[in-house]
Nanobody, 121 residues
């Protein structure tokens, strides 16, 4: 069973930056695409960005130009660099193992525990 672990959350002022990491217990090349989700209090969990095994990337419109997703296969890790953060970016950020195809990310059953990001105004 694949395990995913997030790290890197914290508290930052609006306009600041944070870098999140999602480390998998198995080789990224063999397990599939990784998606980053966020969940704000009282809101549904929403996709933020995803990256396939082949390096295809998807961003939601709200983060385009501000967030960058990348993968380091040597460390089984996917990074999410978040710049120009806004208060509305606040939430728990979770990574997921799924499938990215035809610009659609379909989430799978494996989730990390999440890491909290809080952006103050």
């Amino acid at each position: 069973q694949v395990q995913l672990m997030e790290s890197g959350g914290g508290l930052v002022q609006a306009g600041g930056s944070l870098s999140l990491s999602c480390t998998a217990s198995e080789s990224l090349d063999s397990i599939g695409a990784i998606g980053w989700y966020r969940q704000a209090p009282g809101k549904q969990r929403e996709l933020v960005a995803a990256i396939s095994t082949g390096g295809t990337i998807k961003y939601v419109d709200a983060v385009k130009g501000r967030f960058t997703i990348s993968r380091d296969n040597t460390r089984n890790t996917v990074h999410l660099q978040m710049n120009s953060l806004k208060p509305e970016d606040t939430g728990a950020y979770l990574c997921n193992l799924g499938v990215l195809m035809d610009d659609t990310y379909n989430y799978g059953d494996f989730w990390g525990q999440g890491t909290q990001v809080t952006v103050s105004s």
